[in-house]
């Protein structure tokens, strides 16, 4: 299997600007997370979906950001418009059905920064 | 609330040698997971080696290995032979079964001197 992949893979841009990550989560996994990592703050959960419905989207730091499941495939955590303070590395994480341990399986992540 | 410590923020290594990394968790529940995550300057986390809570056997994964003990709720990451790949940061994970939240430690950064 090729893992959770995600795209781009470094992504700089100006403030103001939308930025969109992507993910492709291992085939069969009916959950994804996004998280955002900092020094400040180390791992954070930002949503949560289950067989592509956002269960959990407490972790979104405001409406500046939002994410979409359209199929059980592809994930897009967009930012618009994007600032400073968003710079971070983003991952996204796939996982197994949560009656059978519900393992978490990251991609390489994206190391986003803003201007 | 669960709460996962790892209170070595960094540890060095000799290759070839044997370090053994720290994790304690708080809970209050019965059924769980436990989890080490390796992140590589790549900054990608990967696994490393899963424990649930109701086996009492420790896990292993060729060099690596865990010490699981339920009671005093200690789950350290035992690392064989080490290998100048095996410097990384280290994240200790807690979850409770049948849930989807991950609990994290902060981290402990390894380093491996050849």
């Known amino acids: 299997d090729a893992g959770v992949i995600q795209s781009p893979r470094h992504e700089v841009t100006e403030m103001g600007q939308e930025v969109t990550l992507r993910c492709k989560p291992i085939?069969?996994?009916?959950?994804l997370f996004w998280y955002r990592q900092t020094m400040m703050r180390g791992l954070e959960l930002l949503i949560y979906f289950n067989n592509n419905v956002p269960i959990d989207d407490s972790g979104m730091p405001e409406d500046r950001f939002s994410a979409k499941m359209p199929n059980a495939s592809f994930s897009t955590l967009k930012i618009q418009p994007s600032e400073p303070r968003d710079s971070a590395v983003y991952f996204c994480a796939s996982s197994g059905p949560l009656i059978s341990g519900g393992t978490q399986y990251f991609g390489p992540g994206t190391r986003l920064t803003v201007l | 609330a669960q709460t996962v410590t790892q209170s070595q923020p960094e540890m060095s290594v000799q290759e070839a040698e044997t370090v053994t990394l720290s994790c304690t968790y708080d809970t209050s529940e019965s059924d769980y997971y436990l989890f080490w995550y390796k992140q590589p300057p790549s900054r990608q986390m990967i696994l490393v080696i899963r424990q649930e809570a109701y086996k009492q056997q420790n896990a292993t994964e060729n060099r690596f290995s865990v010490n699981f003990q339920k009671a005093a709720k200690s789950f350290s990451l035992k690392i064989s032979d080490s290998q100048l790949g095996d410097a990384a940061m280290y994240f200790c994970a807690y979850k409770e079964a049948g849930t989807y939240k991950y609990i994290f430690g902060t981290g402990t950064r390894l380093k491996v001197l050849a």
């Open positions: 085939s069969g996994h009916n959950s």
